[in-house]
């Protein structure tokens, strides 16, 4: 069985929208990421959580949020949808401490048309 | 920051012959190194770690050495298999706990039967 669910696997949306990608995860961690992976970029760190607090934020656009409203759990709101949002969208996690060593879901790709 | 230089951006080989991915890296501080690997449709997998200098770490044939004194850490397998088509990322992480990674884009395996 999975570990990290992520939810949904597949989804399109028009520009202008807004979407939310589903994060959780069953491996007792308690810190927890989204990357994101797209044709023109390698795989890019957007945000890291620890114990449901922020720690780090790549992303320029406040377009993207985070929510975290259980400490299994880091979903991503994704608002004023662009084509060049485009992309699978990977949710991660591990230990508090673990540096580096992380688990990841199986992606959320996003196709804005 | 971290940094990382493969500079095979695809290697293709035949079933049993032998794979040298090469990885060299910059950082900041003693890093951690990583070897992550991505199956087609699926979010990357830790494959392989090494937390200090001059040691070896390996898992399912795979193995890389960890050369602090030219800054590599290249990934080794005596004989491939075709399920090892994936791409493979040289992941350095000094940045502490919860740190970004830096994935850069990787190495693309295809192995023929």
């Known amino acids: 069985d999975p570990k990290i669910i992520q939810k949904p696997k597949y989804l399109v949306a028009v520009t202008g929208s807004e979407k939310i990608l589903i994060c959780e995860q069953y491996?007792?961690?308690?810190?927890m990421y989204w990357y994101r992976q797209s044709a023109k970029k390698p795989l890019e760190f957007m945000f890291s959580?620890?114990?449901?607090?922020?720690?780090d934020n790549q992303t320029a656009s406040s377009r993207f949020q985070p929510q975290s409203s259980k400490k299994n759990h880091l979903d991503l709101q994704i608002t004023a949808l662009k084509p060049d949002d485009s992309a699978t969208y990977f949710c991660?996690?591990?230990?508090?401490?673990?540096?580096?060593?992380?688990?990841f879901g199986e992606g959320s790709k996003l196709t804005v048309l | 920051g971290n940094s990382v230089t493969q500079m095979q951006g695809q290697v293709t080989l035949s079933e049993e012959e032998f794979l040298f991915i090469n990885c060299t890296y910059s950082?900041?501080?003693?890093?951690?190194l990583f070897w992550y690997v991505q199956y087609p449709g699926e979010g990357p997998q830790l494959l392989l770690k090494?937390?200090?200098?001059?040691n070896k770490g390996s898992s399912r044939g795979f193995e890389a050495t960890y050369d602090k004194g030219t800054t590599s850490f290249h990934l080794q397998k005596a004989s491939v298999q075709e399920s090892d088509s994936a791409v493979y990322y040289c992941?350095?992480?000094?940045?502490?706990?919860?740190?970004?990674?830096?994935f850069g884009k990787g190495t693309k395996l295809s192995v023929k039967s």
């Open positions: 959580y620890s114990y449901q607090k922020l720690m």
């Open positions: 991660a996690s591990s230990q508090v401490g673990n540096t580096g060593q992380l688990y």
């Open positions: 090494v937390t200090t200098a001059n």
């Open positions: 491996l007792g961690h308690n810190a």
């Open positions: 950082t900041t501080g003693y890093p951690t």
């Open positions: 992941v350095p992480n000094s940045g502490g706990s919860n740190a970004k990674l830096t």
